[in-house]
C-alpha cells in the first residue's frame, strides 16, 4: 500500500477575505489573526480583501479568487451569524462543488467547550469552489484564530494536494 500522503504540499497560497460593513482593512482584527495562523504555519497569503455584506459581492470576489493561478486556499471571515446581514454562506453554498461537513461539524464542537452553547449559533462550513477550498469562519478574531491555527492550516497540504491531483 503506498504512501496517501504523497501528494501533500508543504505550502500552500491562501487568499483571505473578511466580509463586513463595519470594519475596514487597517481594522481588520479577524483577518489579521488568519493571516497571522497561516504565516505560522508556513503558508502564503497572496491576496487579502474585504467586502460588505452582500451576496452578489461576496459571490464574485470568491469566483475571483479561485480563479487566479497564485491562489490554492480561500478564508474567509464573517457573515456566518443568524442575523439577516449574515450572508456569506448564502452567497457561497451555490458555489460549493461539494461541501466538507466535517469542518463546520468540528469548529462547532470545539467551540462550544471553549466558549459555550451560544457557540452552536455560528454557520461556519466549508467547501470546494473550482477545486479551490473555501473555508468561512465568524468574524469574531478569536474565533478566525482558532479555527484556522487549529482546524485549517494543519490539513491545508493534504487538501490542495488531493485536489491538484491529476486524474
Request: hydrophobic content about 40%.
Amino acid at each position: 500500500m503506498g504512501d496517501h500522503h504523497h501528494h501533500d504540499r508543504r505550502a500552500v497560497d491562501v487568499a483571505v477575505l473578511t466580509i463586513s460593513t463595519s470594519r475596514s482593512l487597517d481594522g481588520d482584527d479577524s483577518g489579521d489573526a488568519i493571516v497571522a495562523a497561516i504565516e505560522d504555519a508556513g503558508h502564503t497569503v497572496t491576496a487579502r480583501d474585504l467586502v460588505g455584506d452582500e451576496i452578489g459581492v461576496i459571490r464574485e470576489r470568491v469566483e475571483t479568487f479561485a480563479d487566479r493561478e497564485d491562489v490554492d486556499v480561500i478564508s474567509t471571515t464573517g457573515g456566518t451569524g443568524v442575523t439577516d446581514d449574515d450572508v456569506t454562506i448564502e452567497a457561497l453554498r451555490p458555489l460549493f462543488e461539494r461541501e466538507l461537513p466535517g469542518f463546520g461539524e468540528r469548529f462547532r464542537a470545539r467551540s462550544v467547550e471553549e466558549a459555550g452553547p451560544h457557540a452552536m449559533l455560528t454557520r461556519a462550513t466549508a467547501g470546494i469552489v473550482d477545486d479551490v477550498p473555501v473555508f468561512c469562519l465568524p468574524g469574531s478574531e478569536s474565533a478566525a484564530a482558532f479555527g484556522t491555527a487549529e482546524l485549517v492550516t494543519p490539513m491545508l497540504g493534504h487538501l490542495v494536494g488531493l485536489l491538484s491531483e491529476p486524474e
